[in-house]
């Protein structure tokens, strides 16, 4: 089983940037997907930016294009979310998660789909931003 723990949420302003940070243990030699999903109150947990293990290659929500990038260390781990020009919108609690799943899974079914196939999931870090 895969562990992920969160850290770096935080109150920001508006326009302000943030950093977040998923260390993740157990991770598996094979295919999978690993990235951040956010839930806002009142909504349903979104997908936000993965990354295809095998090849690097990144997903991300329409949302966050431009402002959003992962990126992670040389064993996988930890993993970032780094955030910039951060709006009111973004406030939501962010979650690391996992998922053992083929390669071209997000190219075939979409972020959405791979948000409700994902396995292992963190206990979630708070961003508030905020004036």
């Known amino acids: 089983q895969v562990q992920l723990v969160e850290s770096g949420g935080g109150l920001v302003e508006p326009g302000g940037s943030l950093s977040l940070s998923c260390a993740a243990s157990g991770l598996p030699p094979d295919s999978y997907y690993i990235g951040w999903f956010r839930q806002a109150p009142g909504k349903e947990r979104e997908g936000v930016i993965v990354i295809q293990h095998n090849d690097g290659k990144t997903y991300y929500s329409d949302s966050v294009a431009g402002r959003f990038t992962i990126s992670r260390g040389n064993a996988g781990t930890p993993v970032y979310l780094h955030m910039e020009s951060l709006k009111p919108e973004d406030t939501a609690v962010y979650y690391c998660?996992?998922?053992?799943?083929?390669?071209?899974?997000?190219?075939?079914?979409?972020?959405?789909?791979?948000?409700?196939?994902?396995?292992?999931w963190g206990k979630g870090t708070r961003v508030t931003v905020s004036s």
């Open positions: 998660s996992f998922g053992a799943i083929r390669m071209g899974y997000v190219d075939d079914f979409g972020l959405e789909a791979l948000r409700k196939a994902m396995t292992d």
